[in-house]
């Protein structure tokens, strides 16, 4: 199964560990969102197209909030891209899905599985994919 993940720079070490166990169970990646990107005006648009590629791709897509400026528009193409797509929203506290100003409208579309949990049962939800 190809998978993308994308979270706040909070979430580096989450993201690796998760790469790291679906990696291991046989499943690939289909970008790296924690590479180092340059600035330029060309590889900012190379970039983007690589992601909203990456994104409509995965057959899977994990967002670990809190958000970043990208994650709503991850999550948009994950959701206008959606056959066959599994679409995972990470949060370890809930306060994002709580329906005020933290939280975002697509939260909610029933596309979504939701997951409040801690960074331990983060891991073992993902160990059983």
């Given at each position: 199964m190809r998978f993308y993940i994308a979270g706040g720079a909070s979430n580096t070490e989450n993201i690796n560990e998760i790469?790291?166990?679906?990696?291991?169970?046989?499943?690939?990646?289909?970008?790296?969102?924690?590479?180092?990107?340059?600035?330029?005006?060309?590889d900012m648009c190379e970039t983007s197209f690589s992601i909203v590629r990456?994104?409509?791709?995965?057959?899977l897509v994990i967002l670990l909030l809190p958000e970043t400026?990208?994650?709503?528009?991850?999550?948009?193409?994950?959701?206008?891209?959606?056959?066959?797509?599994?679409?995972?929203?990470w949060s370890e506290t809930g306060n994002e899905f709580s329906g005020d100003t933290f939280s975002s409208f697509f939260y909610y579309h029933t596309a979504i599985e939701r997951l409040v949990c801690s960074r331990e049962e983060l891991l073992d939800f993902?160990?059983?994919?």
């Open positions: 790469i790291k166990i679906l990696s291991e169970a046989g499943h690939d990646l289909t970008f790296d969102s924690l590479q180092s990107f340059s600035n330029t005006e060309f990456a994104v409509r791709d995965a057959e400026k990208a994650l709503c528009t991850e999550l948009g193409i994950a959701l206008a891209s959606k056959s066959n797509k599994r679409i995972v929203v993902m160990s059983k994919i």
